[in-house]
């Protein structure tokens, strides 16, 4: 079955400062994988999606995550933080096989931007 | 409309009473899902629909727990004589028909904040 594992439920930075958000899945199977960003009070919204090809995928915001297949990760990562990426983020993997409409996620990691 | 789109925002009720919470897919999705977020545990996934029919309920927590979908659009979930642990965000997402890929993007709403007391 696959799994996501989000470590650190809380991430700090400050204004200009790498972001790094970690994300290691596991997975029977070839995955699709997906970071999705929450601002409070709003619904998800699609980041980036890793399908097959090109390994680093670039979203929207700047933001951009590398599959590693030897590391089982797909980490999120973005070189300057800015107040406005304040947020929750959750990554995800598809299933594969029966329930390949199915998508789990982590538990989330609450991003912090101090001025 | 243009979005996924959820009803009420907000329901506060008492331990005991009936909740309906409802969705109102992109049009022309024909997958909608509904999820529920409580604090610190990230998205539980509760049930899948494909057009109307629901070929996994799997995350439904107890018989308390129903949802349907009528005419492959909007869909209600309603949890009967709510408990405290109900507290929690539903969330709706819908995509569209995914064939035999792997999922995709899911496209959500904002979601129904419910609290019982």
């Known amino acids: 079955a696959q799994s996501v594992t989000q470590l650190g439920s809380h991430v700090s930075v400050s204004e200009g400062a790498l972001v790094l958000l970690r994300c290691n899945y596991s997975?029977?199977?070839?995955?699709?994988l997906f970071w999705y960003v929450q601002y409070p009070n709003q619904g998800l919204q699609l980041l980036l999606k890793y399908t097959t090809g090109a390994t680093l995928v670039k979203g929207i915001n700047g933001f951009e995550a590398e599959f590693k297949k030897s590391e089982t990760s797909f980490h999120l990562t973005k070189p300057s933080a800015h107040m406005s990426d304040a947020a929750e983020y959750f990554c995800a993997v598809s299933h594969s096989g029966g329930s390949n409409y199915k998508l789990t996620f982590g538990k989330g990691t609450l991003l912090t931007v101090n001025p | 409309g243009a979005g996924v789109s959820q009803s009420p925002s907000n329901k506060v009720t008492e331990k005991g009473k009936d909740v309906e919470l409802r969705c109102d897919p992109i049009?022309?999705?024909?997958?909608l899902y509904w999820y529920r977020q409580s604090l610190g545990q990230g998205l539980e996934f509760l049930i899948y629909f494909q057009g109307n029919s629901a070929p996994d309920k799997s995350g439904l927590p107890s018989d308390r727990f129903s949802a349907e979908r009528t005419g492959g659009s909007v869909s209600t979930l309603t949890i009967q004589r709510t408990q405290q642990e109900d507290s929690a965000v539903y969330l709706c997402?819908?995509?569209?028909?995914?064939?035999?890929?792997?999922?995709?993007?899911?496209?959500f709403g904002e979601g129904s904040r419910l609290t019982v007391l």
């Open positions: 997402a819908s995509s569209p028909n995914q064939d035999r890929l792997p999922a995709g993007e899911l496209f």
């Open positions: 997975s029977s199977v070839p995955p699709y």
């Open positions: 049009s022309g999705h024909t997958a």
